[in-house]
């Protein structure tokens, strides 16, 4: 938790007058308190809104999962204000934003989330020659960790490539005197095998 500490504290920007410790729940829930917004604008950002209908000093806390506050900051001398967070950076999950004011706090949740990166789909194909062989991917520029196995189990090949701009790689093993080779190919979290007769 220490380095998620230091990692938020480095990615958030906010105004001036910040400070790390503190208690958030000392604040009391009115029924008039002011309108809250948090909204995500792009992949990992984060714009809150508060619209005051007084010039009050607003605290703002971000806290983990386990509730232990990793950001606080306060926005003074401003009825309304919007300010960006950046979460692009911090690990997945559900982080909760405090905002308090005088005799007022809410509670909202931010969900920090990313797509799954497609897997790239890896081929070996025959290329021209019985010896030579086409590895290929669909992960342009890709490093893919190759093994080559004999009949017997054998590893007789085993090296991590770098592909062409192209997602490709020829591979000769004219120098082999096997009859059967097994390609395996692991790039990221995609994952390719097939049989070849030499």
Do not use: C
């Not at 958030?24 to 005051?52: C, H, M, W």
């Not at 009050?56 to 606080?72: G, H, K, P």
């Not at 559900?94 to 969900?111: D, L, R, S």
């Not at 009949?151 to 005197?177: N, P, S, V």
């Amino acid at each position: 938790m220490k380095k998620l500490n230091g990692f938020l504290l480095g990615l958030l920007l906010m105004l001036s007058g910040q400070s790390f410790a503190g208690d958030y729940s000392s604040s009391r829930v009115l029924l008039n308190d002011p309108e809250v917004q948090i909204v995500s604008s792009q992949a990992g950002k984060f714009n809150l809104t508060v619209l005051q209908t007084e010039k009050e000093a607003v605290r703002i806390f971000i806290l983990d999962t386990e509730d232990e506050i990793l950001y606080q900051g306060w926005v003074r001398n401003q009825r309304s204000f919007t300010r960006s967070f950046d979460f692009s950076q911090v690990p997945q999950g559900t982080y909760k934003m405090v905002i308090a004011g005088k005799g007022w706090k809410k509670e909202e949740q931010v969900t920090v989330s990313r797509p799954a990166l497609p897997i790239a789909e890896l081929q070996v194909k025959k290329w021209h020659d019985d010896k030579k062989f086409l590895l290929t991917s669909t992960e342009r520029g890709a490093d893919m960790t190759v093994k080559i196995y004999g009949q017997t189990g054998r590893i007789l090949f085993e090296e991590e490539l770098k592909l062409d701009k192209e997602g490709r790689r020829l591979m000769d093993l004219g120098k082999l005197k096997e009859r059967e080779v097994t390609f395996e190919l692991i790039s990221g979290k995609a994952y390719y095998r097939q049989v070849f007769n030499l």
